[in-house]
């Protein structure tokens, strides 16, 4: 542009020098209707020259007006030429402002990118130490796992809305205790063994592992009793059904009848008895098509018809201790427990006369009279369970110990106790039932929501060693 502008008033004076003879003249005008600028340029012709100028008394000489007239083409080149820097110039600082928004958006992205790497970092660190963390717990876990468990003391018993001491589970009211027992070596005839055989009747001499047939489903079946019939009264139940009680509960009525052991693994009933007095515990058993149990919250036995479906006889065990007064170490009320062998039907429990010593009564398995009574020296609440085989009664040290002992005997031939140690195994650790069954030669427990048997062997001799 300014090298357009340089041209051009170069070659204003050059013109005005080639025709000196001849005079030139520019002009500007508006044009009102177009609104534009009109230039007029005009030279003399030779004929023409000698004319006076039409404006000559107003406009001043020729020379005057091509000066007029080439500032006026500089002024319009100039303006031009302004104009378009101008619009450069504001171009450069649209483009200029445009960059600078640009760069703040920039810097601040980058600002935001800076600041989410900081918290990824942070949360992989927390990331790691959780995992660490959870590392720690699952080896604390096997460890502890692999520790026996331990039952603890409590300084105080809770208690029930009517005062009694009691353990509750779900809707029942169960009493727990714990008692350290000491396990005493056994005699050398019973450590070095006799003859023996799966027939007869005669001293117990060892206990095999446990056979778990089935785990019970609820909690209500934590604790319970479960046994067959030794010596079945007919149709419609035959040795081969099984009965079974869920002992948790306040009103616990509920008596299953299962076909064979194979319907009790299924958890298939055929049929469900419902008593009609509630059942106390798990000191319950099964003798010649009747079920003995004790009445909740009373020392009353009742002898139930599982044929004919009702009470057949009832009576209450003289000066019995019931409802938490003399319980086994594990407690659950077990203040009574009903038992069965080669003998016939027996009662284990205490009195306030015998301090907390057992009392074993053989009943009459009609009316449920005393035939005749023992007292013992083995207290109570120091073991765990008891059960009789040929008229002796045994007693197990630990009712959660996986490896404990059936540690006394008492024999009703004798009337004496001695300490024995045949190995006993709660699997599961918390064994809250042992019966024996003449029949079949074995035990039934109840451990901690499973139902196992346990074969015995005895010594093949009547006599009572």
Not at 25 to 36: A, I, P, W
Not at 172 to 184: D, I, P, Y
Not at 250 to 265: G, T
């Amino acid at each position: 542009m300014w090298t357009h502008l340089a041209v051009c008033l170069c070659f204003l004076p050059l013109g005005c020098q080639a025709q000196p003879d001849r005079s030139a003249s520019f002009r500007r005008t508006n044009d009102d209707f177009t609104g534009r600028c009109q230039y007029t340029f005009t030279v003399d012709s030779p004929a023409e020259s000698s004319c006076p100028q039409a404006g000559a008394g107003t406009g001043g000489p020729p020379e005057s007006e091509g000066v007029r007239s080439r500032l006026s083409v500089l002024e319009a080149l100039v303006s031009r030429l302004l104009g378009e820097r101008g619009m450069e110039m504001d171009a450069d600082a649209v483009a200029l402002g445009g960059g600078g928004e640009a760069g703040l958006q920039a810097a601040a992205a980058e600002e935001e990118v800076s600041r989410l790497q900081q918290d990824k970092e942070h949360l992989n660190r927390q990331v790691q130490d959780l995992q660490r963390r959870l590392e720690e717990l699952t080896l604390e876990t096997e460890q502890l796992r692999e520790r026996p468990c331990s039952q603890p003391q409590p300084p105080h018993l809770p208690t029930t809305t009517d005062g009694d001491p009691a353990f509750q589970i779900g809707s029942g009211a169960f009493q727990e205790m714990k008692a350290e027992v000491s396990e005493v070596p056994a005699p050398p005839q019973i450590q070095q063994g006799q003859n023996r055989n799966g027939t007869g009747c005669g001293m117990l001499v060892s206990v095999h592992e446990p056979v778990m047939h089935r785990k019970a489903d609820g909690i209500n079946g934590k604790y319970g009793a479960w046994f067959q019939d030794p010596e079945p009264a007919g149709p419609p139940y035959g040795p081969e059904t099984v009965w079974r009680i869920d002992a948790v509960g306040k009103e616990v009525k509920q008596l299953f009848a299962y076909e064979d052991m194979e319907q009790l693994r299924r958890g298939f009933p055929m049929k469900v008895l419902l008593l009609p007095e509630a059942v106390e515990s798990t000191g319950a058993t099964v003798y010649r098509g009747s079920l003995y149990y004790q009445r909740r919250r009373s020392r009353t036995l009742i002898r139930y018809d599982l044929a004919a479906e009702n009470v057949a006889a009832r009576l209450d065990l003289p000066h019995a201790g019931f409802h938490g007064q003399h319980p086994y170490s594990w407690g659950g009320y077990t203040d009574i427990d009903l038992a069965v062998d080669e003998r016939g039907l027996w009662a284990v429990y205490s009195t306030s006369k015998a301090k907390g010593a057992i009392v074993l009564s053989q009943l009459n398995p009609e009316t449920l009279e005393v035939r005749r009574s023992w007292e013992t020296n083995i207290r109570k609440n120091t073991v765990a369970n008891g059960f009789m085989v040929c008229g002796r009664l045994y007693t197990v040290a630990s009712y959660s110990l996986p490896n404990t002992t059936v540690n006394y005997v008492f024999d009703t031939e004798t009337s004496e106790s001695k300490p024995i140690a045949i190995p006993f195994h709660n699997r599961y650790h918390y064994n809250s039932m042992i019966d024996y069954n003449p029949a079949s030669k074995r035990l039934y427990a109840w451990d901690n929501y499973h139902m196992v048997t346990y074969d015995t062997e005895q010594a093949n001799t009547d006599s009572s060693s």
